[in-house]
């Protein structure tokens, strides 16, 4: 045994996150990227940034896209935070908002973040099944807990809740936070950030990594009630941390005000997702009715893994998790229609060997 002392954290499993390889013609649909490049006015404004300004300190309060974003949904800048994807951002909110003396809640087929952040930050909690559809079914939070967090949709099944049931969450649970990751809410779901200013316990979360295209310029944020934000600001700030850098901020802001690229994006990505689904359907099969910018679908007739496998042999990736109950499934990133014609051809081809 060594003598030496280990840190604690080598006890821990950390997130895994979806491979990034380098595979001539690879179409790449593992981890949820847009498949299109960004807004040309965010690039220009990130070009733009990358001057001898560099030199100087970004603005440390990111007052211009915390003012940007806070407009469109009728709130004030107190009401927003941002940070280094939503990731950051989750992480900030763990700490600030998820430690209480009674569990956090969350479902137990979700966002894999949630438990390698809980036993980072020692928060406590108790995972709630989703029903036998693969829905999160909301009646079953009512139970002793300090805290409640959700995808919506929720990942990786791409299913969303309606806003009325989120609505009813939040009244049932006034006393506590309650926070809703929308990392995916553009793509057809009802964003909970219009219940923000009737619920102070609430805290949505998103990003700019998915309908926007700039998972590299990681940027993510949160939008609450002022004590909420003001709590995140304190954990932000024992980090001595800005939160994003010039080119992130002069990008970000940018894409949020280029609102014609984003629905014009969002609804080819809508359109490509029908498509797709009805492709899988007809080769049998089963596709979760999504509101994302993936599917989950499973066959029949093979394991996700040999799927996976075989598709990865066509340069085709997509993600599967060897996880019970969800170890049959494919997740499948919406891609161009280039390459959703591409994995169709391939799964054909698969298909066809049985
Ligand atoms: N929440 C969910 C549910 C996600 O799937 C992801 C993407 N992996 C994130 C948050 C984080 O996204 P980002 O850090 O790129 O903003």
């Not at 981890?31 to 965010?42: D, G, L, Q, V, W």
């Not at 990008?251 to 492709?279: C, M, N, P």
């Not at 997509?318 to 959703?340: M, N, W």
Request: some cysteine; aromatic content about 8%.
């Amino acid at each position: 045994m060594s003598r030496f002392w280990s840190p604690i954290v080598h006890a821990l499993s950390p997130y895994v996150a979806g491979e990034q390889p380098r595979i001539d013609n690879l179409v790449k649909l593992n981890t949820n990227e847009c498949p299109y490049p960004p807004s040309p006015a965010a690039l220009t404004a990130i070009r733009e940034a990358a001057s001898d300004a560099l030199r100087l300190y970004p603005d440390p309060t990111a007052l211009e896209l915390r003012q940007a974003i806070a407009a469109d949904l009728g709130l004030t800048a107190e009401a927003v935070f941002v940070g280094n994807g939503s990731d950051e951002v989750l992480a900030h909110a763990f700490v600030a908002l998820l430690k209480q003396e009674a569990p956090l809640l969350y479902p137990d087929i979700s966002y894999s973040f949630y438990p390698t952040y809980c036993r980072l930050f020692e928060i406590g909690a108790e995972t709630v099944s989703l029903d036998a559809a693969m829905r999160i079914c909301l009646e079953d939070y009512d139970r002793p807990c300090g805290a409640i967090i959700l995808p919506n949709p929720n990942a990786p099944t791409g299913i969303a809740l309606p806003l009325e049931a989120i609505r009813q969450l939040l009244l049932r649970h006034a006393d506590k936070p309650v926070i809703i990751d929308e990392a995916y809410v553009d793509f057809g779901a009802e964003s909970a950030t219009a219940l923000i200013a009737e619920h102070p316990n609430l805290l949505v979360i998103q990003t700019f990594s998915k309908s926007r295209a700039l998972a590299g310029l990681r940027v993510g944020f949160a939008v609450g009630q002022p004590h909420l934000i003001e709590a995140l600001e304190r954990v932000k700030d024992s980090f001595n941390s800005y939160p994003l850098d010039r080119l992130a901020l002069a990008g970000a802001t940018a894409a949020w005000k280029d609102r014609h690229w984003f629905e014009t994006h969002r609804d080819l990505i809508v359109a490509s997702r029908a498509r797709l689904t009805e492709a899988l359907e007809t080769l049998g099969f089963e596709v979760l009715p999504s509101s994302a910018n993936f599917v989950f679908a499973r066959h029949s007739a093979r394991t996700g893994a040999d799927l996976a496998a075989a598709l990865r042999a066509r340069a085709v990736l997509v993600r599967h998790f060897a996880k019970p109950r969800i170890a049959d499934y494919l997740r499948i990133s919406i891609g161009t229609q280039a390459e959703c014609d591409r994995l169709v051809g391939a799964l054909t081809e698969i298909l066809a060997q049985d």
